[in-house]
């Protein structure tokens, strides 16, 4: 369904006709620039389903109008695909076109869209139903009340395949749960392919890995870091549950066929600005970094059989500690010498961009959706690049994506923790 408002722009005045594709989506935010004077117009749009009457949006800088009266500019929203760039939808244009869901219908063939929708859906209602309970018991783990977390967990998870007597198992219990929750949003190939790579190390381990994996984990526990990353996933993985509305559309690319060469310059995203996931990318990149000192450290036991011996990439970088003495850039080059577990965050670090947000030296076209930023902080030609705003949407998927995959990482580590404190009592 599509439904029509016109609004006025408070800053010019100029009326703009408004089509949008409602979905699937009660709530979901609107961001469009006004087509003559580009202020960024912000709504939060909120459907009644029992009684279809259109959306209902309050809107920040424009003015909804009553009736379909003439205006200068058309343009069109979306909560779930991509819209056409209102340049394009101007005027007489707009008319006869397809709306953005048959335009991503046939981008993404009857497959891909039903395995959109089936996952968007069901994660948008487990992220309203569940998401209370399953941060709740995450909390409980976290605070380690067992008893608590033992009786929480059941409505989730079977006594048989978790039985929940103490730290090792309660730890997988609350593992389990979550990735269950986030499965609808995660990549199965990838979290195939990183459970595949943890079994074959462990599986093949010869006695001295063994013996440095147990002392790694020994060593993060005794720096409390393995607590303290899980309380900081938790933090973002809210974070994320909070955005993805924002996300939605971003997440429908997973599922194209393919791809125009030109699909970014000639669509937008209209569920988000830059400012909406800014500081969420921020603080994903910074948690991936830091998550890094468990990627390098089982780096190091498997390729030397020594958590603290460093790859030969730095003269003053031996140890793990020189390593976490380093600047955040300089650690991330590190996933470059193409050890066992670095394609797990790789990809997703683009310290360009966190690097020009952090040094404040970016701008955003709120028409265009086009992303201009400096790496290095200076605004100079040379050092000058761009993004559009969907793009940036789907490298804050693929960031979370990644974070998961090295979570999955460090709950294996802190299981090995557990697991080696188990063996050691006398129990
Ligand atoms: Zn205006």
């Not at 259109?54 to 424009?62: I, K, L």
């Amino acid at each position: 369904m599509v439904s029509r408002q016109v609004i006025k722009c408070e800053v010019c005045g100029a009326l703009t006709l408004v089509r949008i594709q409602v979905g699937w989506q009660e709530e979901f935010p609107i961001r469009v620039a006004c087509g003559r004077c580009g202020i960024l117009i912000t709504g939060m749009a909120r459907l009644d389903f029992e009684n279809v009457t259109g959306p209902h949006v309050r809107y920040e800088n424009a003015e909804l109008l009553p009736g379909n009266q003439g205006s200068s500019f058309h343009l069109e929203t979306s909560s779930e695909f991509l819209t056409m760039k209102p340049g394009l939808a101007n005027g007489k244009m707009m008319e006869g076109v397809l709306t953005p869901f048959m335009r991503a219908f046939q981008t993404m063939g009857a497959d891909g869209y039903l395995e959109f929708s089936q996952r968007t859906k069901q994660f948008l209602h487990m992220a309203k139903n569940d998401w209370p309970r399953v941060r709740r018991i995450n909390e409980l783990w976290l605070n380690r009340k067992l008893d608590l977390l033992a009786k929480d967990i059941r409505d989730f998870l079977p006594a048989d395949g978790f039985p929940m007597r103490d730290e090792f198992d309660c730890l997988r219990g609350v593992r389990a749960l979550t990735v269950r929750f986030l499965s609808p949003t995660l990549d199965e190939e990838q979290f195939e392919r990183c459970g595949t790579l943890r079994g074959e190390v462990l599986s093949k381990a010869t006695p001295d890995q063994r013996k440095a994996v147990k002392e790694f984990a020994n060593h993060l526990a005794e720096r409390k870091l393995l607590r303290r990353f899980e309380e900081r996933i938790l933090a973002l993985t809210a974070a994320f549950v909070d955005r993805f509305k924002y996300l939605v559309p971003a997440f429908g690319l997973r599922f194209y066929a393919g791809r125009s060469d030109d699909m970014f310059e000639q669509s937008c995203i209209t569920t988000a600005s830059f400012d909406d996931l800014k500081q969420f990318f921020v603080d994903g990149f910074e948690l991936a970094t830091d998550l890094l000192v468990i990627i390098i450290g089982r780096n190091n036991v498997f390729h030397r059989s020594d958590w603290n011996v460093m790859t030969d990439k730095r003269r003053d970088v031996k140890t793990l500690a020189d390593f976490e003495s380093k600047t955040k850039g300089e650690r991330v080059q590190f996933l470059e010498q193409g050890e066992v577990f670095n394609w797990i965050l790789e990809p997703a670090l683009d310290s360009k961009i966190r690097n020009a947000i952090a040094h404040n030296a970016y701008r955003y076209d709120n028409a265009t959706q086009a992303i201009t930023y400096y790496p290095h902080g200076n605004e100079v030609e040379s050092n000058r690049h761009t993004l559009h705003m969907a793009e940036f949407a789907e490298k804050c998927l693929r960031l979370f994506g990644a974070v998961q995959l090295a979570a999955e990482v460090l709950f294996e580590t802190h299981r090995i923790f557990f697991f080696s404190q188990r063996q050691g009592s006398p129990a």
